[in-house]
C-alpha cells in the first residue's frame, strides 16, 4: 500500500504556490514529484543493505527548478528531443518553432512544458497533473490537454502513464528527463555504472546530435549495449557518433513492440539495479555530458557536474518530422495519445 502526501515547496517568482508530492510506499521507499514541471524531485530506494538513498538528481527549492536550463526531473512536450531547423510542415502549411538549441527546436522550445505549474489532484494512490496547452503555445497548432500520471507501488515500481488529446492536428511527443545516479545523487559520476540497452539499432547523428535519417546496427560500435557494459569503457572512444555527442547521447530503437523492458542500470558497488519499461519506439540514453558545476546547485548544495546523472528518455524518435520513415509523433484531431513509462527499482 502506497501513501501519498502533499506539502508546501515554495513560491515561483510569478508568486504561485508549488507543491510538493510525496509516495511512501510498504518498506519505506519514497518518491517526490513537485506540480512545476512534473518533476521527479527524488527516489528513495534501498542498496543491498536497505540503506535508504535519493537516487536522482534535482534541487532543495523550486527556485533550482525554476532556473535551470538542463530540465532535470520535468516532463518535456509537447515535442521531446529535436526538431530540424525549428520547421515543421503538416497538412501543408510549415509552423516556426523556437530554435533553442542552435538552430534546432529542442524539448519544446523556449518555455516547455517543463516550465509549466500543472494542475495535480491525488486520485487513491495515483498522481494525477494535467496542463491545458492553448493552440499556438510554442508555435504548436491545436488545444492540447495533456494528463500525467505517477504511480509508485510495493515493488518500487515508478510508473508514468501520459494520456492527450488535441482538437486540430498537431505534435505530441512527451517524455521525462530524470537524471538518475544510483549510486546516489551527490555521489560523483555515472561512468562506473553498467548499462544494457535491448536494441539492435539506433539512428545516427550529426554533430547537432541529429539524426540523419539513417537507422544503423549498433554491432561492432560502441553504441551495442545489447549485452552489459561499464559506461566509462567506451564513452572516450573517437567512434564519429560518441566524438559528435560529446559522449552517448542517442536514440536506440528497442526490439520489440508494445509494453517491453527496454533497458536496465546497474551500480554494482551498492547493488542498485533499475529496470527500464516502454511502449515507446525510441529510447534516448544520455550520459549528462552538457552538465556543468554552475548555479543553480544541486540538492545538499552540491553542484552538478558533467556526469553525474544519466537519462533513459523513452519518446519517438528525434527528428522524426522530417524523416517520414521513422515512426510519426502527429497526433491528429480527436485521437488519443497514450505513453507509458517505468523505472523499476531493486537489489542485485
Known amino acids: 500500500m502506497t501513501t501519498i502526501t502533499k506539502s508546501d515547496f515554495g513560491k515561483l517568482s ?114 494525477s497533473l494535467t496542463y491545458f496547452s492553448p493552440d499556438g503555445e510554442e508555435g504548436f497548432p491545436g488545444n492540447l490537454t495533456v494528463t500525467v500520471e505517477y504511480s509508485f507501488d510495493d515493488d518500487c515500481a515508478l510508473k508514468i502513464d501520459y494520456y492527450a488529446v488535441s482538437d486540430a492536428d498537431t505534435v505530441c511527443n512527451l517524455t521525462n528527463h530524470c537524471y538518475f545516479n544510483l549510486g546516489g545523487q551527490g555521489s560523483g559520476s555515472i561512468v562506473d555504472e553498467k548499462v544494457r540497452i535491448n536494441a539492435a539499432k539506433f539512428t545516427v547523428g550529426n554533430n547537432e546530435c541529429l539524426p540523419n535519417g539513417e537507422i544503423a546496427e549498433v554491432c561492432g560500435t560502441p553504441l551495442d549495449f545489447t549485452q552489459f557494459h ?87 524518435y528525434p527528428n522524426s518530422l522530417k524523416h517520414t520513415h521513422f515512426p510519426s509523433p502527429i ?3 480527436g485521437e488519443s495519445y497514450r505513453q507509458t513509462t517505468i523505472y523499476k527499482f531493486s537489489v542485485k
Not at 518518491?31 to 527524488?42: C, K, L, N, Q, S
Open 14 to 127: 510569478s508568486g504561485e504556490n508549488v507543491s510538493l508530492y510525496t509516495f511512501k510506499n510498504s518498506i519505506g521507499a519514497e518518491v517526490e514529484i513537485i506540480d512545476f514541471g512534473g518533476a521527479i524531485r527524488a527516489v528513495r530506494v534501498p542498496d543491498k543493505n536497505g540503506v535508504m538513498e535519493d537516487v536522482v538528481l534535482g534541487y532543495d527549492s523550486v527556485d533550482g527548478y525554476e532556473n535551470q536550463g538542463k530540465y532535470i526531473g520535468a516532463l518535456i512536450g509537447r515535442h521531446g528531443n529535436r526538431i530540424e531547423n525549428s520547421e515543421f510542415e503538416l497538412n501543408g502549411k510549415t509552423y516556426k518553432l523556437f530554435a533553442n538549441d542552435g538552430r534546432n527546436n529542442l524539448h519544446g522550445g523556449k518555455i516547455g512544458f517543463d516550465k509549466k505549474l500543472w494542475k495535480a489532484k491525488i486520485n487513491g494512490e495515483i498522481l
Open 230 to 316: 561499464v559506461i566509462g569503457d567506451r564513452i572516450g572512444s573517437d567512434y564519429e557518433q560518441i566524438v559528435f555527442a560529446g559522449g552517448y547521447d542517442h536514440n536506440w530503437c528497442p526490439d520489440g513492440e508494445g509494453l517491453r523492458e527496454v533497458a536496465d542500470v546497474w551500480d554494482e558497488k551498492t547493488g542498485r539495479y533499475m529496470q527500464v519499461y516502454t511502449d515507446q519506439p525510441g529510447l534516448q540514453f544520455y550520459t549528462g555530458n552538457f552538465l556543468n558545476s554552475k548555479p543553480p546547485f544541486g540538492k545538499g548544495g552540491k553542484p552538478i557536474d558533467k556526469r553525474n546523472g544519466l537519462c533513459l528518455e523513452a519518446q519517438f
Open 331 to 333: 497526433l491528429r484531431k
